[in-house]
């Protein structure tokens, strides 16, 4: 077989696979339960269908601008878990099953209230306050509507720079939203 012909053959057989990947990051919809979110849930899921920000996670708690809430899909490249710093380790990441990816992003809000941060794919989201890790206030179930694989919610408040810290994640990239309730 010649070396064009063996492109074929891996085009040919290696695209299906490829786009069965990406597919796995768009959950099977259910409209009834698509057309019964609430508006800000529809904002995110609209949001994550949309183009992402690139932004590389840090490997530690560094100088960083903080990032605000906004309804806009971020493209956060992760980097091996062994780099990173972890604050607080996930159940999953303390198993050491494979490679997994983590990071860290900076960010504050502009007022005391109710945040969501919306993940496209299985990654850990903590919330550090300092060291502490900030109790999640609402968890929705896995969404069954475009891309969002998890919505977590967390009582923040204006003044306070938190981290955002990703682990456990079995993808080098994660498509995330940051929002306010």
Same mark, same amino acid.
């Given at each position: 077989?010649r070396v064009g012909?063996?492109?074929l053959v891996?085009v040919?057989?290696?695209m299906p696979?490829?786009a069965?990947?990406?597919?796995?990051h768009?959950?099977q919809s259910?409209?009834?339960?698509?057309?019964?979110?609430p508006?800000?849930?529809k904002?995110?899921?609209?949001?994550?269908? &949309?183009?992402?920000?690139?932004l590389?996670a840090?490997a530690?708690?560094?100088?960083m601008t903080?990032?605000?809430?906004?309804?806009?899909?971020?493209?956060?490249?992760?980097q091996?878990s062994?780099?990173?710093?972890? +604050? +607080?380790?996930?159940?999953?990441?303390?198993k &050491?099953?494979g490679?997994?990816?983590?990071g860290?992003l900076a960010?504050?809000v502009?007022q005391d209230?109710?945040?969501?941060?919306? +993940?496209?794919?299985?990654?850990?989201?903590?919330?550090l306050? &300092?060291?502490?890790?900030?109790?999640?206030?609402k968890l929705?179930?896995?969404?069954q509507?475009?891309h969002?694989?998890?919505?977590?919610?967390?009582?923040?408040k204006?003044?306070?720079?938190?981290?955002?810290?990703l682990s456990?994640?079995?993808?080098?990239?994660?498509?995330l939203?940051?929002?306010?309730e």
């Amino acid at each position: 077989m010649r070396v064009g012909g063996a492109c074929l053959v891996v085009v040919m057989f290696g695209m299906p696979g490829l786009a069965f990947a990406q597919e796995q990051h768009q959950h099977q919809s259910d409209p009834v339960e698509c057309a019964q979110l609430p508006s800000e849930l529809k904002a995110v899921v609209a949001a994550m269908d &949309g183009p992402g920000k690139k932004l590389p996670a840090l490997a530690g708690r560094s100088d960083m601008t903080p990032l605000a809430p906004a309804a806009q899909r971020l493209d956060v490249t992760l980097q091996p878990s062994e780099r990173v710093s972890l +604050a +607080a380790t996930s159940k999953t990441e303390k198993k &050491g099953e494979g490679q997994t990816f983590a990071g860290l992003l900076a960010f504050s809000v502009p007022q005391d209230g109710n945040y969501r941060v919306s +993940a496209d794919s299985t990654v850990w989201i903590d919330v550090l306050d &300092g060291d502490r890790v900030v109790e999640r206030t609402k968890l929705d179930r896995r969404m069954q509507c475009g891309h969002v694989h998890k919505s977590l919610g967390f009582t923040l408040k204006t003044g306070v720079n938190y981290w955002l810290q990703l682990s456990s994640s079995k993808v080098p990239e994660v498509h995330l939203i940051i929002t306010s309730e």
